[in-house]
């Protein structure tokens, strides 16, 4: 037999010898008027005279018996002519303490609290003890206890039993049922379920609790040295609470709730407690419901070994006011262990709150935890993927098991699953809010000045090399800002932009996105500002390049600020300007509006790329590169087709349609083919239409 079932056999034990006892005393009554039972003369102090009998008065309001100078004693039945003191119900030593008194123990019930609740509960154990009660009341219409039966059967009555600010109603051990004007007294009394279930054996969290909260579990890997520092100061914090104001409650400060996560569960399990997470909204607002609320989960606190993780990183405090106040006064309450999970620092805690800032792990620890979780056949792929990534310890171990790399054909195929794995981690979170690009072009398509390309390479060096620079040669130890890359794309319409985070993005393999302002901005206050921090905190995670295509309309000038639209407007532009700053990653900003940027976007970008309009040399390199080489085509002359003044977007959709309307007429792409759908693009501009140069151009007949 375990020692579990040897204690549930003993609580069984103790249980039955228990509603023994207490049928003898409801017979007992029951036999009787309004006489009150007699005390137990083995349960108490034996005076060296008889005592004088005690009014039921006198019985009340007399000493509490937690204050006479006696250990506590169990309920049992008076014992009757002829019985020894070895009837009398007696907790063995060699037995553990049962469930009952362990509950009284913990929230603090006096001897009499304790009986009453037992009186309680016996309903649910014994179906005998509705007919007993009524007869014990003498009243067939009340087969219930009530505070009445109990201050009448039980020794060391005390009336404030039916105050709600001791154990049985401030801790809702106990229902009262009273309808209308029935005193207080002679209500129905009903054992709560969850507390006759811990008297019987069975201990869980409150089903009233449980659909609100969910197991977080336990740390999927081991923390890096850098969150071990911090568990290890909430660790100390709580040895040292018994010196420090306020209930134990920590509010974690950063993005990265994994690694918040990962820190509450090393802290809790150092303590050999369960961590259980809720969700800030599900904090009752309504101040009857969050009463219950509070008061049950102190309740589990004292009963079960756990914590609490409130997740309130997308809360915000101003436009959730109801739940912030909530939270705020649950923390005072001081119910148990509890983390809160939050971006920035809420302020009006209470003095017990430690704020505590748990970061994602250095850049060389997950380069460590990526040599770990690869183990030593990856080359430098664990440094390439610590510079490109931004990932916790248990998100590494999770991508390394899922990618699999040793299963595949060779070293080159076991990279390329790694490295797409880690983009699509990403995917979920920025597939909301922006637009994937799927990068085709490459550097040969490219056609731009000397000047321009070198810079566009020049950008793409330092997003690779980025960990090398920061961590290698130190330059992170002295930057706290910047260390992400920010360039601007400058030109007209068509010029090359978009092709150009093409280029960049295919040649490092990481994904591209077009942020996608109607999913971004929003009319709500402090919408926009959440969005845009979970933009960038799955961009950064995911190595993401974010294009910001006509980058004036959410990067624009600030405005002098004449009604509130002005000043929340200022305020997102202020909140950009700040998340840009500290972005990791690379962020490309497109405009053909350059003058209308807020000139301090433009002192924090580290690039700027002007995409000329294309010159005669440039467009004629752009017809040659247009077509692809199974378009079938004759009779082109790319030279003349570069007199035609046009960008290279405009060069895209003419060739696009021409190849139309050669698939229309089952003939290969000619000149007079691409001269009108040039025509229609002049026409789509509203530009002036040649007839002289067009015709002089169809009268081309060569090939190229």
């Known amino acids: 037999m375990t020692e579990l079932e040897q204690w549930l056999a003993a609580n069984g034990r103790f249980l039955g010898a228990q509603l023994d006892a207490l049928r003898v005393r409801l017979e007992r009554q029951a036999g009787t008027a309004t006489q009150a039972a007699p005390t137990p003369r083995e349960l108490v102090p034996q005076p060296s005279e008889p005592p004088e009998p005690k009014s039921w008065l006198s019985r009340l309001f007399g000493p509490r018996a937690e204050d006479v100078a006696a250990p506590p004693v169990l309920l049992a039945a008076p014992p009757a002519p002829g019985e020894t003191k070895s009837s009398v119900i007696e907790p063995s030593p060699d037995d553990p303490p049962p469930a009952l008194m362990v509950l009284a123990r913990r929230l603090g019930l006096s001897e009499f609290e304790r009986n009453t609740l037992f009186l309680c509960t016996s309903m649910e154990l014994d179906t005998r003890m509705g007919a007993l009660c009524a007869r ?32 049985l109603r401030d801790w809702l051990l106990v229902k009262i049922n009273q309808p209308g004007a029935q005193p207080l007294i002679a209500s129905a009394l009903c054992a709560d379920e969850r507390i006759v279930a811990y008297i019987k054996g069975l201990n869980y969290l409150d089903d009233r609790l449980a659909p609100l909260v969910s197991p977080a579990g336990r740390a999927a890997a081991a923390l890096p040295p850098s969150q071990t520092a911090v568990a290890d100061t909430i660790a100390e914090h709580l040895q040292d609470r018994h010196r420090t104001a306020g209930p134990p409650a920590y509010q974690l400060l950063g993005s990265d709730g994994l690694s918040k996560l990962a820190i509450a569960q090393n802290v809790v399990e150092r303590l050999g407690l369960s961590l259980y997470r809720l969700q800030a909204d599900a904090i009752p607002t309504a101040a009857a419901d969050f009463e219950i609320f509070a008061r049950l989960w102190q309740r589990e606190c004292v009963l079960l070994p756990i914590a609490l993780y409130i997740d309130a990183s997308e809360v915000d405090r101003a436009a959730n006011a109801g739940v912030t106040a909530s939270i705020q006064k649950f923390l005072r309450r001081g119910a148990g262990i509890v983390f809160l999970d939050t971006p920035e620092a809420w302020p009006d805690l209470g003095a017990g709150v430690l704020t505590v800032h748990a970061a994602k792990p250095t850049a060389q620890e997950q380069k460590a935890a990526w040599a770990v979780a690869l183990g030593g056949e990856m080359g430098d792929l664990p440094t390439q993927l610590a510079a490109q990534f931004n990932f916790d310890t248990a998100t590494i171990d999770a991508i390394a098991r899922d990618a699999d790399p040793h299963d595949a054909a060779d070293a080159e195929a076991a990279r390329h699953r790694v490295w797409d794995a880690c983009i699509a981690r990403a995917r979920p979170v920025l597939d909301q809010l922006a637009q994937p690009i799927d990068a085709k072009a490459s550097w040969d398509d490219l056609v731009l000045p000397a000047t321009e390309t070198a810079l566009l390479h020049q950008i793409a060096d330092q997003v690779a090399a980025r960990m090398t620079v ?36 295919n040649a490092l393999r990481l994904a591209l996105y077009r942020i996608d302002l109607s999913a971004v901005v929003s009319k709500f206050i402090g919408e926009t500002e959440k969005n845009l921090r979970r933009l960038f905190d799955a961009a950064e995670d995911g190595g993401a390049i974010l294009f910001f295509d006509e980058a004036d309309a959410l990067f624009g000038r600030r405005s002098e600020v004449k009604d509130s639209h002005d000043r929340y407007a200022n305020i997102e532009i202020n909140y950009l300007l700040q998340r840009m700053e500290s972005y990791r990653g690379l962020a490309i900003l497109a405009t053909n509006m350059k003058s209308s940027m807020d000139q301090a976007f433009l002192r924090r970008l580290r690039f700027i790329v002007n995409f000329p309009f294309p010159g005669p040399d440039e467009r004629k390199a752009i ?75 169809a009268s081309v007949g060569t090939k190229p």
């Open 136 to 167: 014990a009341q003498h009243d067939p219409s009340r087969p219930y206890p009530t505070f009445a039966l109990a201050l009448s059967l039980f020794d060391a009555p005390t009336w404030d039993v039916l105050s709600p600010e001791r154990p």
């Open 470 to 505: 920061y961590d290698e040669f130190g330059f992170r130890d002295r930057m706290n800002r910047g260390l992400g890359i920010s360039v601007l794309f400058a030109g007209e319409s068509g010029c090359g932009k978009t092709m150009g985070a093409e280029v960049i993005a």
């Open 623 to 697: 017809w040659q590169k247009v077509f692809p080489p199974r378009t079938p085509f004759e009779g082109l002359d790319f030279g003349k087709l570069a007199r035609l003044n046009l960008t290279g977007g405009s060069i895209h959709n003419i060739a696009l349609n021409a190849a139309f309307m050669a698939a229309h007429a089952k003939s290969p792409v000619t000149m007079p083919l691409v001269l009108d759908a040039a025509r229609a693009e002049f026409r789509r501009y509203e530009k002036p239409v040649n007839e002289a140069d067009f015709r002089q151009l």
